[in-house]
């Protein structure tokens, strides 16, 4: 542990002066006092509004909590990163002070048995909206699932050992981090170990990981540029 320092005290100039007084030493010159200046001013950046709904998969409302975060960060973002709102009871959100931001960003909904299984990329150039499906974690689809401009699906299988065997692992969590902890599209395996997520960007990724429910051991791995994907995965017992 670095030792703790004491503050150090500092006499005002008065008492400086009058102790330099007393003990025969010269009179000090006046000293001028100027104003403490204040400290500068953050820089402002300009914001915009980011409005949709949050909805199942058969378009029924949800309250969810709904967050903005840059695939790249830049200096509007500092302090801002992953601002949100709550949905109402409609499932409408409003993000209102969203930095502006010319490059790819991803909205991201979540609640409680749900998964988001296609990543919501926007623009921050101006207000604009973005309409977000959760699908309950028992039907995670892998079929039907929207085919959106500019993006592709990556799908595969997720295997286990057991019993000296290779098995699909039902019920694995998947998901894409787009960056540390900020998890931008999730699902989860089928009967059959399979999944299936949309709204992926075309370019090479990294950060697509499975991970067995009720462990903190993903497995990550990075998937080329291109188009649709089928990424397999291994996962320890």
């Known amino acids: 542990m ?17 102790l330099v007084s007393a003990c025969g030493g010269t009179s000090l010159s006046p000293v001028a006092l100027t104003a403490a200046t204040s400290a500068p001013t953050a820089p ?28 790249r960060i830049s200096q509007a973002w500092y302090g801002a990163w992953g601002r949100g709102s709550e949905s109402d009871g409609s499932g409408r959100y409003q993000i209102p002070n969203a930095p502006e931001h ?15 299984q296609c990543a919501a990329a926007v623009t921050l150039a101006s207000d604009t909206s973005a309409d977000l499906t959760l699908t309950a974690i028992a039907d995670a689809a892998i079929v ?19 019993d000296g065997q290779r098995q699909p ?27 299936r997520l949309c709204g992926m960007p075309k370019d090479r990724i990294s950060g697509l990981y499975p991970v067995r429910f009720g462990t903190s051991s993903p497995v990550y791995t990075e998937v080329a540029a291109g188009g649709d994907a089928v990424v397999d995965f291994d996962v320890l017992q």
């Open 44 to 71: 402002s950046f300009p914001v915009v509004r980011l409005t949709g709904q949050v909805t199942d998969a058969a378009r029924r409302p949800l309250v969810a909590h709904v967050a903005v975060f840059p695939l």
């Open 169 to 195: 692992l039902v019920g694995a969590w998947v998901g894409w981090e787009m960056d540390m902890d900020t998890v931008v599209a999730d699902t989860v395996t089928d009967s059959q170990g399979r999944y």
């Open 102 to 116: 010319l490059d790819t960003a991803y909205v991201r909904a979540w609640k409680d048995g749900y998964v988001q």
């Open 2 to 18: 670095s030792p703790v320092r004491r503050p150090r005290t500092t006499l005002p100039v008065a008492c400086v002066a009058l």
């Open 144 to 162: 039907g699932l929207p085919a959106i401009p500019s993006s592709r699906q990556i799908g595969g299988t997720i295997y286990t050992m057991k």
